[in-house]
């Protein structure tokens, strides 16, 4: 690691092994949060994880075959996916999930592939398009009726940045926003309907003069996430470093009402460092918020909610922190229309041996909101596969969760409004994307390879997920 934190520290963070809100550790958070010294280990840990997979070839997706257009679907029968016959790498362990398609990032036009974030678009007619991040910009492709990726073309990272594995999106109407930890790249904004008349026999590679809107407003242009509140009609920036700028890496707005012309009203820079977030319109049990524009901030050691109706002045309405807290990384509520309940995911307690993540199985942690100014802890679901969980989605009564080399979980959480301790949640279907470590005790490694993303929200059941070294998978749920 670069850095060393000292036994006080260390053992503050591993001590607890039941999961209960409490107040943020100030003198902590000073020495290793506010910091940015946990932040800067965990990036350093990973780059020199990825640095020695680089060097050993694993990151050249031509190596990985995509899946042959005549396959129709390779079914998931007796927790098996079986793309090539006796070919330990191309079988996949799956439950309740079927393959439909595989393409390497190769295939799908990267020079360099690592696979970060991924976001989709319905065209109006019910088209469905994927955007597939990768470390050299993003891919742009159709999944059709039978499941397979068509792949459309790609835009570029921006031109003044260099490659970078950490690459995120999210979606505005028609629109994406892209950010990347690239330093000048900025925030770019793409039409996805642009993909509608693309001749899949000629590929586009779009460019970043006529193509795009680009926003050139952060310290150093880089972004370590970026949000969306479509109904409000902004993005948002997050962890835009360096940590001593005006806006301390905390939501930096962005207003997308006119896209001639990208602007910032202003930012949230209170709680300093915001890791990624959710931005919402609020409805829900607390009269007091309701119609107030809430983002739910995962600020590396606590569930950080913001008002932020006032972009110029925005305000924190809670700081709350949890027993064996190592790193808050992303969440999303249960309900957009009723903002009672949250999940959270944090991605270094699994690797640092911390609390209920000890063991090394990915911690679902659950929140009740129904106080926006005192959220409760109110319990948790364990994985059942060793690993470390990335990006989750709720969609319904599931939370689709990418665990990194434990591939995409779908977990039943229809049960938590009535048992908020988690002891109803259920994994109805997985499929584990990264057969390298089946072997291991546990049934993974906890290490940060896989699948960093993956878009739960099509009509038709298809989701895609987006992998670090290999590229692009397409599931659906056995009928």
Avoid at 293 to 311: A, R
Wanted: net charge negative; aromatic share 12%.
């Amino acid at each position: 690691m670069k850095y060393s934190l000292n036994a006080v520290a260390l053992a503050a963070l591993s001590s607890c092994a039941v999961a209960k809100e409490i107040a943020p550790d100030e003198t902590l958070a000073a020495e290793l949060f506010d910091s940015g010294i946990r932040h800067e280990t965990i990036m350093s840990t990973k780059m020199a994880y990825w640095d020695s997979r680089r060097e050993q070839g694993l990151f050249d997706s031509s190596q990985y075959k995509s899946m042959s257009p005549d396959v129709d679907v390779v079914p998931c029968s007796n927790g098996i996916a079986e793309l090539v016959a006796g070919d330990p790498l191309y079988t996949f362990k799956c439950s309740k999930l079927d393959l439909y398609d595989f393409k390497s990032h190769a295939d799908l036009g990267s020079n360099g592939g690592e696979g970060a974030g991924s976001w989709g678009w319905t065209s109006p007619d019910g088209r469905e398009f994927v955007a597939i991040a990768q470390s050299d910009g993003a891919a742009f492709a159709e999944i059709s009726p039978e499941g397979k990726l068509i792949y459309l073309g790609r835009l570029p990272q921006y031109p003044d940045a260099q490659p970078s594995l950490w690459r995120e999106i999210k979606g505005y109407k028609s629109y994406i926003v892209i950010g990347s930890e690239a330093y000048y790249h900025g925030i770019q904004v793409f039409d996805m309907a642009k993909l509608l008349d693309v001749d899949p026999a000629s590929p586009v590679t779009f460019n970043n003069e006529d193509d795009i809107s680009h926003f050139n407003g952060l310290p150093a242009g880089r972004s370590h996430t970026v949000q969306t509140n479509e109904e409000a009609g902004y993005a948002v920036a997050s962890g835009a470093q360096p940590r001593n700028s005006s806006c301390k890496s905390g939501l930096i707005f962005i207003d997308l009402s006119d896209l001639s012309n990208l602007t910032s009203p202003g930012c949230a820079a209170a709680d300093g460092y915001v890791h990624d977030a959710q931005c919402l319109i609020y409805r829900g049990p607390d009269s007091k918020y309701v119609g107030e524009d809430i983002c739910y901030g995962y600020n590396e050691d606590t569930l950080t909610i913001y008002n932020v109706t006032d972009k110029a002045n925005p305000s924190i309405i809670s700081r709350t922190s949890y027993e064996g807290a190592s790193y808050t990384h992303q969440g999303w509520v249960l309900d957009t229309q009723w903002q009672q309940y949250l999940v959270l995911d944090d991605e270094y307690d699994e690797y640092d041996h911390a609390g209920l993540g000890a063991p090394g199985y990915p911690i679902t942690y659950i929140w009740d909101i129904s106080s926006l100014e005192a959220p409760k802890q109110t319990g948790y679901y364990r994985a059942s596969r060793k690993g470390i969980d990335h990006n989750q989605f709720v969609n319904g009564d599931y939370v689709y969760q990418s665990n990194y080399g434990g591939g995409l979980h779908i977990l039943d959480i229809s049960s938590i409004p009535s048992d908020p301790t988690g002891k109803g949640v259920s994994e109805v279907a997985y499929f584990d994307i990264y057969p390298e470590d089946d072997d291991e005790e546990g049934g993974g490694q906890v290490e940060f390879q896989g699948t960093w993303s993956h878009y739960p929200y099509f009509e038709s059941g298809f989701i895609m997920i987006n992998t670090i070294e290999r590229g692009a998978y397409v599931v659906k749920l056995a009928s």
